[in-house]
């Protein structure tokens, strides 16, 4: 037990490198901001530090000023960071946000280079949307403060450092003082001797690569006055406490550990089970077989879905595996309706709350969740449970119409299930082509064990034992193709058919992917000039027209008599929509302004983006010859919405290129 344990403990730390929690070589304004930049916009990061960390306020990082070229970079390396944090959190249900400060670098005594937060202070990054966009931080109202303590971790496995639970305790304390000098004796107390550079300004963080990483000797540390806003992963750490107490149980010689015992033993049996049953055969003819109204299936099943919920009763473990979409969410709502109905408990825990989620929807739509409890943060959802406790105890909704009903609907199926035997027996007869259904079965392999499933019914007829052979080579040959070429994500799926199709053909399709793909790059590079996201192809062809009126006098280098006068007019009257789009609804100052320049340059970029992607959208169309209309349709929604698809472009030609002959020989099968 006691090393079972110890292994799934160990499973739980990421102590590589590329735990940013551990090693952090360099910022991504995907994952991290570096709180020192704020002073490019006259900002003092230790005043946002006290703020957070001392006075627990909410304080405001950026607002976005379209006159202030610092405010839009760091608005964007802002906005960069909190979608990818809200993509974690739709997918996992985790936020795991935090000011690091301050850092400490160095070498393990195994040579392993560390350079992470000491400290995590648990943040909410909030946008704020007015006039230009406004960057908000807020401490996290149920959250504490806490020791890094991935970090820890690697440090006590890889240079013997005892790390005991008081001082993760006083680390929520000690991590509000912002004094450096507390900080080393603190450190010292727990045996960890480090340095302090004495600098008391924070200073910008400095990317590194291997060949660049600082060298130290092994078992020196140092205190670093950086500040970083970044995603440090906690999730897996947290449970660890957990893992030492059971650990510590069994130290103190007490092995019951309860329910978690006896999953983790899961499996430990004197008896082997075979390797390609549910349950021994003989324990399945000793359990008597369930009648009709003792199953409460609320969603359909087929005969495999069925037996795995019958196994569930006379088996301790059981894995069920399979693809998306065979089943698997629609055997987990069938289990908790049969214990429900059964009057039992019933656990499920998931990795992601995705999971969780689609679970409790289906049960919620069959008028089950009264019956259920959603639980994805302990503090948040403990009222919502304790009411549904509540109200579970408080009614009776026993329904006798319902129970009659029910034991009809039940001998009903009970009477299918006998007819459907009695065709079974079909199984053994001689077929007019020579077969048993029987003989068939034998010669085939089970249907999840095969590839591909081919429709042969329009040369069913044709088929009889003295020419299955040579049909079966004729299907294998197209089987062989259909393996490379049939599957959903082969790039060139949505093509028509090439039967027809001549080697000059191949030229053509190739040609046009060619011209489309320049065209592709070239509107993501004019896209990538906006951060307006309503900025599109398609609403570059609805002004167009209007554009094209004054292109030619947006270049500053040409001198045109009324050039600034056409200007003037077109900004404040034809182009005034336009222009408000691009300054985002604030006031234009004019030709003389300062944004004028970079509003020039946007215009100009706009039009070509208009002319560019039309072109690509005009040649997409000649590809309607060789591909589906609805592939055309969606390559077209998604050129006008921005989406441009350059890397489907570059693969389709690349296939093409590859595969045009094998994909013609094929289709003339």
């Given at each position: 037990?006691?090393?079972?344990?110890?292994?799934?403990?160990?499973?739980?730390?990421?102590?590589?490198?590329?735990?940013?929690?551990?090693?952090?070589?360099?910022?991504s304004?995907?994952?991290?901001?570096d709180?020192s930049e704020?002073?490019?916009?006259?900002?003092?990061?230790?005043?946002?530090?006290?703020?957070?960390?001392?006075?627990?306020?909410?304080?405001e990082?950026?607002?976005?000023?379209?006159?202030?070229?610092?405010?839009?970079?760091?608005?964007?390396?802002l906005?960069?960071?909190?979608?990818?944090?809200?993509?974690?959190?739709?997918?996992?249900?985790?936020?795991?946000?935090?000011?690091?400060?301050?850092?400490?670098?160095?070498?393990?005594?195994?040579?392993?280079?560390?350079?992470?937060?000491?400290?995590?202070?648990?943040?909410?990054l909030?946008?704020?949307?007015?006039?230009?966009?406004?960057?908000?931080?807020?401490?996290?109202?149920?959250?504490?403060?806490?020791?890094?303590?991935?970090?820890?971790?690697?440090?006590?496995?890889?240079?013997?450092?005892?790390?005991?639970?008081?001082?993760?305790?006083?680390?929520?304390?000690?991590?509000?003082?912002?004094?450096?000098?507390?900080?080393?004796?603190?450190?010292?107390k727990?045996?960890?001797?480090i340095?302090?550079?004495?600098?008391?300004?924070?200073?910008p963080?400095?990317?590194?690569?291997?060949?660049?990483?600082?060298?130290f000797?092994?078992?020196?540390?140092?205190?670093?006055?950086?500040?970083?806003?970044?995603?440090?992963?906690?999730?897996?750490?947290?449970?660890?406490r957990?893992?030492?107490?059971?650990l510590?149980?069994l130290?103190?010689?007490?092995?019951?550990?309860?329910?978690?015992?006896?999953?983790?033993?899961?499996?430990?049996?004197d008896?082997?089970?075979?390797?390609?049953n549910?349950?021994?055969?003989?324990?399945?003819?000793?359990?008597?077989?369930?009648?009709?109204?003792?199953?409460?299936?609320?969603?359909?099943?087929?005969?495999?879905q069925?037996?795995?919920?019958?196994?569930?009763?006379?088996?301790?473990?059981?894995?069920?595996?399979?693809?998306?979409?065979?089943?698997?969410?629609?055997?987990?709502?069938?289990?908790?309706?049969n214990?429900?109905?059964?009057?039992?408990?019933?656990?499920?825990?998931?990795?992601?709350?995705?999971?969780?989620?689609v679970?409790?929807?289906?049960?919620?739509?069959?008028?089950?969740?009264?019956?259920?409890?959603?639980?994805?943060?302990?503090?948040?959802?403990?009222?919502?449970?304790?009411?549904?406790?509540?109200?579970?105890?408080?009614?009776?909704?026993?329904?006798?119409?319902?129970?009659?009903e029910?034991?009809?609907?039940?001998?009903k199926?009970?009477?299918?299930?006998?007819?459907?035997?009695?065709?079974?027996?079909?199984?053994?007869?001689?077929?007019?082509?020579?077969?048993?259904?029987?003989?068939?079965?034998?010669?085939?392999?089970?249907?999840?064990?095969?590839?591909?499933?081919?429709d042969l019914?329009?040369?069913?007829?044709?088929?009889?034992?003295?020419?299955?052979?040579?049909?079966?080579?004729?299907?294998?040959?197209y089987?062989?193709?259909?393996?490379?070429?049939?599957?959903?994500?082969?790039?060139?799926?949505?093509?028509?058919?090439?039967?027809?199709?001549?080697?000059?053909?191949?030229?053509?399709?190739?040609?046009?992917?060619?011209?489309?793909?320049?065209?592709a790059?070239?509107?993501?590079?004019?896209?990538?000039?906006?951060?307006?996201?309503?900025?599109?192809?398609?609403?570059?062809?609805?002004v167009?027209?209007?554009?094209?009126?004054?292109?030619?006098d947006?270049?500053?280098?040409?001198k045109?008599?009324?050039?600034k006068?056409?200007?003037?007019?077109?900004?404040?009257?034809?182009?005034?929509?336009?222009?408000?789009?691009?300054?985002?609804?604030?006031?234009?100052?004019?030709?003389?302004?300062?944004?004028?320049?970079?509003?020039?340059?946007?215009?100009?970029?706009?039009?070509e983006?208009?002319?560019?992607?039309?072109?690509?959208?005009?040649?997409?169309?000649?590809?309607?010859?060789?591909?589906?209309?609805?592939?055309?349709k969606?390559?077209?929604?998604?050129?006008?919405?921005?989406?441009?698809?350059?890397?489907?472009?570059?693969?389709?030609?690349?296939?093409?290129?590859?595969?045009?002959?094998?994909?013609?020989?094929?289709d003339?099968?």
């Amino acid at each position: 037990m006691k090393e079972k344990l110890t292994v799934l403990k160990d499973r739980l730390n990421d102590l590589s490198r590329r735990n940013r929690s551990i090693c952090m070589l360099k910022s991504s304004n995907k994952w991290n901001f570096d709180l020192s930049e704020l002073v490019k916009i006259n900002k003092n990061p230790q005043d946002i530090l006290a703020g957070i960390i001392k006075n627990n306020s909410k304080v405001e990082l950026v607002t976005q000023n379209v006159r202030n070229d610092e405010s839009l970079n760091l608005s964007g390396k802002l906005t960069t960071l909190y979608r990818n944090l809200k993509s974690i959190e739709d997918e996992t249900g985790l936020y795991d946000l935090y000011i690091g400060y301050p850092f400490i670098s160095g070498s393990m005594l195994d040579g392993t280079y560390v350079r992470a937060p000491l400290f995590l202070h648990p943040v909410k990054l909030e946008r704020i949307k007015t006039h230009g966009t406004k960057w908000m931080l807020t401490t996290m109202v149920d959250s504490e403060p806490m020791l890094n303590r991935p970090l820890f971790l690697a440090m006590q496995k890889m240079s013997d450092l005892y790390v005991p639970d008081e001082m993760y305790d006083e680390a929520v304390e000690k991590s509000t003082e912002l004094e450096f000098l507390s900080w080393l004796i603190w450190l010292k107390k727990y045996n960890i001797n480090i340095s302090w550079s004495n600098v008391k300004e924070i200073q910008p963080f400095e990317n590194y690569t291997q060949d660049t990483i600082p060298q130290f000797k092994k078992g020196e540390f140092q205190l670093n006055n950086h500040a970083i806003l970044g995603h440090f992963p906690q999730g897996n750490s947290a449970i660890l406490r957990d893992y030492e107490d059971f650990l510590q149980h069994l130290e103190e010689g007490d092995v019951d550990l309860g329910m978690v015992g006896e999953l983790i033993n899961v499996g430990e049996v004197d008896r082997a089970y075979a390797a390609d049953n549910l349950i021994d055969t003989a324990l399945a003819d000793e359990s008597p077989k369930k009648e009709e109204k003792d199953k409460f299936f609320v969603l359909d099943t087929d005969a495999s879905q069925e037996e795995i919920i019958d196994s569930i009763e006379n088996t301790e473990g059981l894995v069920v595996h399979g693809p998306p979409g065979t089943g698997k969410s629609q055997v987990i709502v069938n289990i908790i309706a049969n214990a429900v109905a059964s009057q039992k408990k019933i656990l499920l825990v998931c990795q992601k709350r995705a999971a969780l989620d689609v679970v409790y929807q289906r049960l919620d739509g069959l008028g089950l969740s009264a019956s259920v409890s959603l639980l994805h943060d302990e503090k948040k959802d403990r009222t919502v449970l304790y009411r549904k406790l509540h109200n579970r105890l408080s009614k009776d909704e026993y329904a006798q119409d319902l129970e009659v009903e029910y034991e009809q609907l039940s001998n009903k199926i009970q009477s299918c299930e006998d007819e459907l035997n009695t065709i079974a027996t079909g199984l053994y007869e001689t077929q007019p082509f020579g077969f048993r259904a029987y003989d068939l079965y034998g010669r085939g392999k089970p249907v999840s064990q095969q590839d591909i499933i081919l429709d042969l019914s329009s040369v069913l007829k044709a088929m009889n034992k003295n020419n299955l052979d040579e049909v079966l080579t004729k299907i294998l040959s197209y089987g062989d193709y259909y393996s490379r070429f049939g599957q959903e994500n082969y790039p060139l799926k949505d093509r028509r058919s090439f039967a027809k199709l001549e080697i000059k053909d191949r030229l053509t399709i190739v040609e046009i992917f060619k011209k489309v793909s320049e065209k592709a790059a070239k509107s993501i590079h004019y896209l990538e000039h906006f951060e307006q996201e309503d900025i599109t192809p398609e609403y570059s062809w609805a002004v167009g027209n209007k554009l094209e009126k004054i292109y030619e006098d947006l270049n500053p280098e040409e001198k045109k008599t009324l050039q600034k006068l056409r200007l003037w007019w077109w900004t404040s009257f034809t182009g005034k929509t336009i222009v408000e789009e691009l300054i985002e609804g604030e006031n234009f100052k004019g030709l003389s302004s300062k944004e004028w320049p970079k509003l020039r340059e946007s215009l100009k970029i706009l039009y070509e983006l208009s002319n560019v992607s039309g072109e690509m959208t005009k040649e997409v169309r000649q590809l309607s010859p060789y591909f589906e209309e609805e592939k055309i349709k969606q390559y077209h929604n998604q050129i006008s919405k921005g989406d441009i698809p350059l890397s489907d472009f570059e693969k389709q030609q690349e296939f093409v290129i590859q595969d045009f002959e094998d994909i013609r020989n094929m289709d003339r099968i």
